[in-house]
């Protein structure tokens, strides 16, 4: 089984009470919190006992197994950790969850007051994903008609799920930010007449940059302002049997440079380029270099399915003034073992995620069933941060949710990536929270040995430990 089930609000409240999100600073000036999951599942986000700073000339292992913490050395800001709110997800917490479920299910993930992972990020889909129920955009017309006035516009397909849950979710977590990206084009606008493959007709540009302005439009007068949008979901890729469209990177350009940019300009939403694969970093570095089109995206985003997150910090360098998000990974069935999955969330997407300059980090599908879906088409074995029975409204956490903890619960909106050494074997990350100068620092240790190793911190250190195929999570006040 994945995870633990969540049979009630008393028991997820006795379980996660004491675990403080965000871990504002230790009570004693030098003590350090620990939070630890082992990949046996013995430990699941336990909250073991303080560790106490005990000086530099305590005993050491050698300095290989030492990670020196550098308050001084400030990278990006983070704007949050979370997964997608999917017309999947946002289905089943509204229609197969009573009131006390769902009550309790969107506090346990976007709560931050030891109820919850505070999850802080989020994203939605423009129209259908394959993790729908039916394919539909929000402009839909009979075959052979167009609608380039946008007459038909509505929104009004959010209206009995994604819509509720998003503002149920935001009145949890005011501070949500919220980003979209569209599938597919209206099937009037595209080169198929459909909303499976195609590519976007000339003709179009300006309609479709209109349509998604009035997204964020719809939304923002829905009381749910957009972060920011991409203008298409993995557009290197057309999938055959679900909403897809292909948009290469002179067509991004000359779309977002004149059309998309300009019709967002002055509206305060983001524009990311990009939103698929870390295999082809050329695609996102030719858009960058057309200087019309630069000059309106503030970042590029990443998701999983092939290359390394180190190609992350290659465009950042070559473009330091975008900033980088990970904005889409899935879990599923064809990933082995529990253990190693919660290995790849923590170690792979969320340490290396941000080490490479990612400012968010957001899984795919926030909530599946027992039968991986619903979906239409696409992923038929994904896998949800959590997984909710859709006969019983019963919840279980999966990898991701513990992955998730590790790191949402303690590094809050606004905190900066410090630097850190890198050590052999362990992998690492720290923070420090701006609003009280409290440090976190996140491990995982992947090997069949638990690890020791030494934290420093200025004038000062601690004992540290990770076990086998283990995360554990560091929280202590700043350095004096």
């Known amino acids: 089984m994945m995870g633990q089930p969540l049979r009630s609000a008393c028991a997820l409240s ?86 006390t479920q769902h009550a309790a299910l969107l506090q346990e993930l976007f709560g931050s007051k030891g109820e919850g992972l505070g999850l802080s990020f989020t994203r939605l889909t423009i129209g259908a994903s394959d993790f729908s129920t039916v394919h539909y955009s929000f402009d839909d017309v009979p075959a052979g008609q167009s609608d380039a006035q946008l007459a038909h516009f509505s929104i009004d397909p959010n209206r009995a799920d994604v819509l509720p849950v998003v503002k149920a979710a935001r009145a949890v977590n005011p501070a949500l930010a919220v980003m979209a990206s569209p599938w597919s084009a209206p099937a009037w606008m595209k080169t198929t007449g459909s909303l499976v493959k195609g590519h976007l007709k000339p003709e179009a540009y300006g309609p479709f940059a209109q349509y998604l302005l009035r997204y964020v439009q719809a939304y923002k007068a829905e009381g749910v302002p957009i972060y920011a949008l991409t203008l298409q979901n993995e557009p290197n890729f057309e999938p055959d049997n679900y909403p897809g469209m292909r948009v290469d990177p002179a067509e991004r350009a000359a779309f977002i440079g004149g059309y998309l940019g300009p019709a967002l300009a002055g509206s305060g939403v983001k524009l990311f380029d990009w939103d698929h694969n870390w295999d082809h970093p050329e695609s996102p570095l030719g858009v960058l270099a057309d200087a019309k089109a630069a000059r309106y995206i503030d970042a590029v985003a990443w998701h999983c399915y092939g290359g390394k997150p180190d190609v992350q910090s290659s465009v950042h360098d070559a473009y330091p003034d975008k900033d980088v998000y990970l904005t889409e990974c899935s879990g599923g069935d064809w990933a082995p073992g529990w253990a190693k999955q919660l290995q790849f969330f ?99 240790n992947a090997g069949p040995a638990a690890r020791s190793l030494r934290v420093r911190d200025g004038g000062r250190s601690f004992q540290a430990s990770v076990p086998a195929d283990g995360v554990a999570t560091y929280v202590w006040s700043g350095a004096k």
């Open 14 to 99: 006795l379980l996660l009470a004491g675990a403080l999100h965000g871990a504002h600073a230790a009570d004693a000036a030098d003590a350090v919190q620990v939070w630890v999951t082992t990949g046996d599942q013995k430990q699941l986000m336990a909250h073991g006992a303080d560790v106490a700073f005990d000086g530099l000339s305590a005993a050491a292992p050698p300095a290989a197994a030492t990670i020196a913490i550098d308050d001084a050395k400030r990278y990006q800001a983070i704007v949050g950790f979370g997964a997608a709110l999917t017309d999947a997800s946002a289905m089943l917490i509204q229609d197969k969850l009573s009131a």
């Open 346 to 444: 923590t170690g792979t997407l969320l340490i290396d995620g941000t080490r490479n300059w990612a400012r968010g980090v957001l899984f795919w599908n926030l909530a599946l069933d027992q039968n991986k879906g619903p979906h239409l088409g696409g992923c038929g074995t994904c896998r949800g941060v959590v997984t909710i029975d859709s006969r019983t409204g019963q919840v279980t956490r999966n990898p991701e949710w513990y992955a998730l903890a590790h790191v949402s619960r303690f590094v809050r909106p606004g905190a900066q990536r410090i630097a850190s050494t890198e050590i052999a074997e362990v992998k690492s990350v720290a923070f420090r929270n701006v609003d009280d100068g409290s440090h976190v620092l996140v491990l995982a």
